[in-house]
Structure formats: C-alpha cells, structure tokens
C-alpha cells in the first residue's frame, strides 16, 4: 500500500506556456482565473500571484453543477472577501456566463474611464484566461464568446498556443494552455488534482487513488456512499477510525466490492474494477456534487 504518493506532471510545454503568461500580461488589463469549484484550493496555481502581480483578478468557480452548492457559495463569500471580482458558472447549462461581461466591465469601470479621458473610449479591453488544466477555459470561452473555435476536451493539456478571442467590441480574450506547478508541496493537493482529471490517471496508482478518495467521500459525504455502495459502518473493523486515510479507503473500497460482487478467481476482491468504478462515477457525478475542501474560517 502506498502511503504517499508523489504525483508529479509538469510537460516541457508548461515550462513554455509560463514564460508566455509571463511576457503577454504587459498586453492586458485583467487575469480571469478559472477554478474547480470542487477543489477550490488545490485548483489554484501558487505561482499565479507571483505571475500576475498586481493585475486586477477575477475568481470564476467553475463547474458548480458537480459541486456542494453550500461550499460554492462559501467559497465565493471567501474569495469576495480576498478583494478578488468573483461569478460562479456552469458552461453545461450556461448558467452564470452572462453574469461574465458585467462582472468584468465593473472590475475595469476605472480603466475604462481612463482610456475616455484620454479619448480611446473605444478601446476594447482585454483579460488573460488562465488555469489549470482541464478546468474547463475552453469550454467557458466558447460560451462567453458565443463561437465554437476553441478545442475543448475533458482531458489535460489539450490548448497548447495562446489564442485571442473576441468577446464583444469592446472585450478580449486571451486563452491560454492549462498550466501546473513544479512541485505539489502539499500531496493532498496532487490527490485531489487526479481524482477530478487534472493529472493524467496512467502517471498513479489507480487503486490507492480510489482508496483515498473514498476514505474522502466517507469523512464528508458518507450517506452518499452508504446509498451508492450499500456500505454498512457496523461491517468496519473496531480500530476503523485509527486507521490511515489509505487503509481506511481500502477498507471500504473492499466492503464495496464485495457489496457489488466484484470478484476474480479464487473469490479475491476486484479491487482494480472497483477503483475504477468508483473514479468514473465520482467525475460524472453520479454519487453527489461534492466540495473536498473548505474555505478557512
């Protein structure tokens, strides 16, 4: 069993892609930062601050249809309170991509009122699109764009090149390729980035995966396993809640398996099927919307 996985996944074309943030923000105005509204932390690049300086900056928390509504909405009272311009947004059902150009447009109002003093009052305004792989920019720009240009897939390190997209006459947008950080100090962080297909799963350890995140799902959202899986708290062993995050995991991904009647000759459990069963429904939310992380107090 491994107790601490190190994930690590930084292409050579992240490498390029930062140094291509790096020299293009002279060029705008604003940094728009889309973040899984599942992982709000764990989907946020450290590095963008140091990046992005002192840029007026835009928190969209993405995919709120796969998230606890209740986080969402503490999590955009946190970010608010950071002093960032903050929508919530679901590109599925577009809900929340009209509230982008408005939000933005008042981000800017200062900016704006600069360029008319200077008699540029039509000068568009452009912001940079940033995030982390598969959080879903291109998807968002298309629809705020209203166009279909944009290659968009749910898998990591699809957009590779910079690419300007106009939102309206007076906006544009900067997309850029989904980028992550040299090192996951935290390993939680990288945990959390796989269980949501931000690292690609043929890089990890399936099964210790799926055991982690079902020891998760069980610490915050237990009923929700209890109904899918059938699990039955009084079946755990009596030193069950002294157990280690991934012994607990495996536990219960055993209960599961069993419950299920995934077996391999011999009657030993399918572990391997039951991670991946668990993974796959987990992403297409089919056990609960779910936020693995809390704003701090």
Known sequence: MNEDMNIQWYPGHMTKTRRMMESELKLVDAVCELLDARIPVSSRNPDLDAICGDKPRMIILNRIDMADPARTRAWADHFKRLGYSVIQTDCKSRKGISDFSPALNRLLAEKRSRYAEKGMAGKPLKAMVVGIPNVGKSSFINQVSGR?????????????????????????????????????????????????????????????????????????????????????PALLSPDFDSLSPAARGFALLEQAARKRGFLLPGAELDLERMSGVLLEEYRACRLGRFTLEKPSP
Do not use: C, H, S
């Not at 390993?187 to 982690?212: F, H, Q």
């Open 148 to 232: 279909k240009g944009a290659k968009a897939e749910n898998r990591p390190g699809v957009t590779r090149g910079k690419q300007w997209v106009t939102v309206d006459q007076g906006l544009l947008l900067l997309d850029t390729p989904g980028i992550l950080w040299p090192k996951f100090e935290d390993p939680e962080v990288g945990l959390r980035l796989a269980w949501t297909g931000a690292v690609k799963d043929d890089i990890l350890d399936t099964e210790t995966l799926a055991a982690r995140l079902m020891a998760q799902l069980w610490q915050d959202y237990p009923r929700a396993l209890t109904e899918r899986y059938k699990l039955d």
